[in-house]
């Protein structure tokens, strides 16, 4: 049975080892780090930047323990992304979120380079066939995962999974543009985006999201460009009026297709070289890259961290589903009820198919045992 070691974001004591920090390091301690990582290893230290309005990401402090503690068994690390807007602006925003190299301390690198086209195709499954995996991901020989769970307008729950299959596969391929980037899992198929001109009142949240500036609004009427677009979505899911759709697949496939890229990006590393830190703290509504964090819906839970990928999931998916909705949120407004599931009431997806299929995939375990280190 798996172990996925637990940390509770609750103070006890006020001393540094009860705190949030201070119990990190003891979780990094006892998963016993120097069992992954050689001297002179060079390490990945896998989060999202967030955006310039989502402030609500891993915090600096967190990234920070966990670096220290891969000196501390000799490995080389350093803290990356691949790029979720244009590369230099994305380094900007990695900056005014606190996280940079004095901060963290480790160098701070875009993984898939500043144009975000720097990665190389990697055989997926069935559903996605090939995806281009961010070539510092491929490269590394080992990997720290560190993973901010919240909810997801698409996926519903977003953790580890959905941190490897978007989060370390690119936006776009040199050649073959979205379909073999994270453009892949969010339309499947040929991803024309729709306009409803009935629907619009031209609130212009779209061309202000597009990462790409890529969305015009000529004589009022919507316009975007086919070739460059990443088909990342976030125009669609700024639109309050849904008036702009991305055709693709059914929800069972997108998830599905989340589990399939994790595992392309798992497959780049052997055995025993990745190891899982699960934040469940600041769990607000949506993603990392939206242009703004709401107030969180589930409290603070704690910190997990495990070499099983399906294990830690479960086990985050499990904790999440004991918590109650917070007042004053988004989980108030839509009258969600203590007992329910929060992110399935919110955003109505399937998102435990990313689970059952990165387990069907050979990715680990759903039967983990929970071990409260605090
Ligand atoms: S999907 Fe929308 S927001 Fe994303 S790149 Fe294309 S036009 Fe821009
Ligand atoms: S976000 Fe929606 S309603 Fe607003 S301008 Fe764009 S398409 Fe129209």
Not at 253 to 271: H, I, Q
Request: with cysteine; charged share 25%.
């Amino acid at each position: 049975m798996s172990k996925v070691y637990f940390a509770s974001a609750r103070v006890k004591k006020w001393k540094y080892a009860d705190s949030m920090p201070g119990k990190l390091e003891k979780l990094l301690q006892t998963i016993n780090l120097s069992s992954y990582i050689e001297p002179k290893e060079w390490v990945a230290v896998k989060t999202h930047f967030g955006s310039e309005g989502a402030h609500r990401i891993v915090r600096p402090v967190f990234l920070r323990k966990v670096v220290e503690a891969i000196k501390l068994v000799g490995g080389k690390p350093f803290v990356t992304d691949t790029v979720r807007i244009k590369g230099l602006d994305y380094l900007e925003v990695a900056n005014q979120n606190g996280i940079n190299h004095l901060s963290v301390g480790a160098p701070v690198v875009l993984a898939d380079g500043l144009y975000g086209n720097d990665n190389i195709m990697v055989k997926a499954g069935d559903i996605l066939g090939e995806i281009a995996v961010a070539s510092v991901i491929y490269d590394v020989p080992a990997m720290v995962v560190c993973s901010h769970v919240k909810g997801h307008i698409q996926a519903g729950y977003a953790g580890a999974i959905k941190n490897l299959a978007m989060g370390a596969v690119s936006a776009t391929h040199r050649h073959c543009g979205w379909k073999c980037g994270r453009g892949a899992m969010h339309a499947i198929g040929e991803g024309k985006l729709l306009w409803d001109e009935d629907k619009c009142v031209l609130c212009l949240q779209c061309q202000e999201i597009c990462p790409l500036e890529g969305i015009t609004f000529k004589d009022n009427k919507f316009g975007y460009d086919d070739e460059l677009c990443w088909r990342c979505g976030r125009c669609t899911r700024v639109c309050p009026e849904d008036a702009i759709t991305l055709p693709g697949g059914d929800d069972e496939n997108f998830m599905k297709s989340l589990s399939e890229a994790a595992k392309a990006v798992l497959d780049t590393f052997k055995p025993n070289k990745v190891i899982y830190v699960n934040f469940l703290t600041e769990i607000q509504p949506e993603c990392d890259c939206m242009p703004a964090a709401e107030v969180p819906v589930i409290q603070d839970i704690g910190i997990l961290i495990s070499d099983d990928l399906v294990a830690i999931e479960k086990a985050s998916v499990d904790l999440l589903l004991k918590q109650k909705p917070l007042p004053a949120s988004l989980a108030q407004d839509e009258n969600v009820k203590d007992g329910d599931d929060v992110l399935s009431v919110l955003h109505k997806k399937p998102y435990l198919i990313q689970i059952t299929e990165a387990e069907n995939l050979g990715l680990g375990s759903t039967k983990y045992e929970l071990i409260d280190i605090t």
